[in-house]
């Protein structure tokens, strides 16, 4: 007995570790590509590295990419199957305005790139709780309760305090980023309301199938209007670089698919604590390699919010918690009655049976 038990202690142990391992194997890959993505978009959009200003065709270049990779892996490899309750008035009413805000929000982000340092953009996202708490009590999603929102006004004030420390400050810049926030935070809350609330679960490879090529049509209109002019200006002097492109591209799909690993293999709150790992990364990052000035009131604020945004993960993670203990005990205790009825029915078959062999009740 106890030589089984020591035998099965190394195995128990090997285990633990090679979750651990895969874990942080998870967690870096999409590291690696989080991080990629918003260097790399820096590096195309910003006018003094790559100098190519255009956001809206980089996220058409984007989309289209993403439309035919998506559509390979679910049509053709099959690697992931499409919803069956997918109908034709569903995508209307559901995708199309999602799909709208996915692309507003990728429009507005990428635009933000030309105006704002990489490091300050990190910090405005991290009002990302507060607008989708706002707009959640706004739809009625949420409730309104004084603890949360006094939360919600302390990350608000850490960001002020690191816009009021940011030394390049652009409104239009600032403008831009909350935007892209505002149509992102919407776009999550209505996920919620029209998909989750009906059962429909799409994981990031199913969302870019349905989404991606919504996205490239909506933003066809600006595009006609706002750069297209511009491109076909300077079409002599450029051309397409398929190397810089298709390696972005390629590293922006892939940030999809090691969402979908990620959040699979472990859980959103791991992915939560990753995305502040990056954060800081890219503040340290911006600061050291791309030479963008972050002043000591930057990080005084910034680690404001970031404790706020700790602790409001934090908050959400025990409702969470009790949420998925009370559902249990309520599986427990339907178990325990249908297994407390069960056992009635049993003993009352037991005792008919004894009367029809003539033993009496009593005798039992």
């Not at 005084?300 to 409001?312: E, R």
């Not at 559902?327 to 049993?346: I, W």
Request: include cysteine; charged fraction near 15%; aromatic fraction near 12%.
């Amino acid at each position: 007995m106890s030589s089984k038990m020591v035998a099965s202690t190394p195995s128990l142990s090997e285990g633990i570790i090679k979750k651990i391992i895969l874990t942080y194997t998870y967690i870096s890959i999409w590291l690696f590509f989080s991080f990629s993505v918003i260097i790399y978009n820096k590096y195309i959009l910003d006018k003094k590295l790559y100098n190519w200003p255009y956001p809206i065709t980089l996220t058409m270049i984007h989309m289209s990419f993403s439309s035919i990779l998506s559509f390979l892996l679910v049509r053709v490899f099959h690697v992931v199957e499409s919803p069956l309750q997918m109908t034709k008035s569903l995508y209307i009413s559901s995708i199309l305005p999602i799909g709208v805000l996915f692309a507003l929000s990728l429009w507005l982000s990428n635009s933000a790139y030309i105006y704002l340092s990489v490091s300050f953009i990190q910090m405005l996202k991290a009002l990302m709780p507060v607008i989708v708490y706002s707009i959640g009590v706004i739809l009625k999603k949420d409730s309104f309760k004084t603890n949360t929102m006094a939360n919600m006004i302390s990350i608000s004030i850490g960001v002020g305090i690191a816009a009021y420390g940011e030394a390049k400050f652009d409104v239009y810049g600032v403008i831009l980023q909350l935007g892209a926030l505002i149509f992102e935070a919407t776009r999550l809350v209505l996920i919620q309301i029209l998909l989750t609330s009906k059962g429909i679960q799409l994981n990031p490879i199913t969302s870019l199938y349905y989404i991606a090529p919504c996205c490239l049509i909506f933003l066809t209109v600006p595009w006609l209007f706002v750069e297209y002019p511009l491109l076909m200006a300077q079409t002599k002097e450029f051309e397409f670089d398929f190397v810089i492109f298709g390696s972005n591209s390629l590293i922006a799909f892939g940030l999809n698919l090691a969402v979908f690993l990620l959040v699979g293999k472990t859980s959103a709150l791991t992915m939560n604590v990753a995305g502040v790992v990056k954060d800081w990364l890219l503040i340290a990052f911006s600061w050291s390699v791309i030479k963008d000035t972050v002043t000591p009131i930057n990080l005084l604020g910034y680690l404001l919010a970031f404790l706020g945004v700790v602790y409001y993960n934090r908050v959400k993670f025990q409702s969470l918690k009790a949420s998925e203990g009370q559902a249990h005990q309520k599986k427990d205790n339907v178990v325990d009655y249908v297994k407390v009825n069960d056992d009635e029915e049993s003993v009352k078959k037991l005792l008919d049976d004894r009367d029809s062999n003539g033993v009496k009740k009593d005798d039992s």
